[in-house]
């Protein structure tokens, strides 16, 4: 499988997220960067969870329909095109890190791909759902994994 280049101006592969973007910050979702989408791309699926969650892989971020020709996205925005979904807390968009306090570092896996076909979702969406949707429909994936904890 063909590997994206996904970035962020706010943080590096395995290190911390600023609060800014956290659940005890100001909880606007980071700035992405993105390159490598491979040619026959229907659609870009954006997610972020955190599989050291206490109950399980958490859901911070899910967003279908990405134009396959963009870039990136700003701080606080939705990708173009994009359609956000409902996350873990029930709201639809970014909902920002915030693991138990004394849990230790949690991570939170960013991931794009490029899938070849619009992903079948309905309703309310799991990280399992999302996964089982993305299989056999990826032509391409970038990941990044940024840490926090309180």
Known sequence: MTRIELTSPAFSDH???????????????????????????AELVLLCEDPDAPSGTF?????????????GVEEGGTPPGGREWPNG????????????????????????????????????VSSDSIHQALDGRELAAGTLVGTYQR
């Open 15 to 41: 290190e911390t997220i600023p609060r800014r973007h956290s659940g005890e910050g100001d909880d606007v979702s980071p700035p992405l960067t993105w390159s490598g989408v491979p040619d026959g791309t």
């Open 59 to 71: 859901l911070h971020w899910l967003v279908t329909g990405i134009a396959p020709e963009s870039s």
């Open 89 to 124: 807390f029930g709201r639809v968009g970014w909902g920002g890190p915030m693991p138990p306090p004394g849990h230790g570092a949690h991570r939170y896996f960013f991931r794009l791909s490029a899938v070849s076909e619009p992903l079948p979702l309905h309703g309310r």
